[in-house]
């Protein structure tokens, strides 16, 4: 198994994206840290997950949180002695077009998807550069090319793609790899979210647009969390210890 014994560290590990890549790398052997806001969900996800050989530990942490997430990174090193892998999926909407979006809602964007990606590799770095060895993979977006209604995801996303090649730059004398996946439309929990905000972005017919995308889209279908995890898989793994600096986008298109 490919990631017997490693430890991956993983923001938004109680759906989506990231439990799903959590429960990829567990059947690869690998121990978890799942971080998350929704205890009842991380909690739900850590004991589906959990096996005679696969150790799960899970932290409650609001990851724009300094503070807290400082504690839980020094608490799982405490208990694993080390972190292989960190893949950083916490992210949220809140859409508007430009006249109407608060800057409470601009704020919150970028704490959680921006800032919160900062603190938490800011944590997990040293140890890997004391381990001289470490993946790191943080999850942007389509939507950094730019998505209507969405300047503070559009920017947050684009600012995790500036953080990939500038942290592979800084930490790959350490042999640390830093690189991002972009996914396009994903069948998730936050597709719901996004069908319910479509009317703030000046979208009446969320699932018209949907089926239009689809049409355009060459591979003819929305993208699976498994298509987002295998992704972050490969980057994980010692196959891509020659990829550094890159955001791969998975879309279904060129």
């Known amino acids: ?65 300094k503070t807290l997430v400082n504690e839980a990174v020094s608490k799982a090193i405490a208990h694993f002695k080390e972190i292989d892998i960190l893949i950083n999926c916490v992210g949220i909407l809140q ?17 959680i998807n921006l800032k919160g990606a900062f603190l938490i590799t800011q944590a997990v770095a040293p140890y890997m550069v004391e381990q001289n060895s470490g993946k790191v993979v943080l999850i942007s977006s389509q939507a950094a090319l730019g998505a209507k209604g969405r300047v503070n995801y559009a920017a947050a996303k684009a600012g995790i793609q500036g953080m990939v090649r500038t942290l592979a730059i800084e930490l790959g004398p350490d042999n640390i790899n830093v690189n991002g996946v972009a996914p396009g439309f994903i069948d998730t929990e936050m597709s719901a979210v996004s069908e319910s905000l479509a009317k703030n972005r000046g979208i009446e017919d969320f699932q018209k647009m949907k089926q239009t995308m689809i049409s355009q889209n060459p591979i003819r279908r929305t993208g699976k969390p498994e298509d987002i995890a295998y992704t972050i898989l490969f980057l994980s793994s010692d196959e891509a210890s020659y990829i550094t600096g890159q955001t791969i986008y998975v879309t279904g298109a060129p």
């Open 1 to 65: 198994m490919r990631f017997q014994q490693k430890v991956a560290l993983i923001t938004g590990g109680a759906n989506g994206i990231g439990a799903k890549t959590a429960s990829l790398l567990a059947q690869e052997g690998a121990h978890l840290v799942l971080l998350d806001w929704n205890e009842t969900k991380l909690e739900e996800t850590a004991g589906r997950l959990r096996t005679a050989d696969v150790e799960v530990l899970t932290f409650k942490v609001d990851i724009t949180d």
């Open 95 to 111: 859409d508007n077009l430009l006249p109407n979006l608060k800057e409470e809602e601009w704020d919150t964007v970028i704490n």
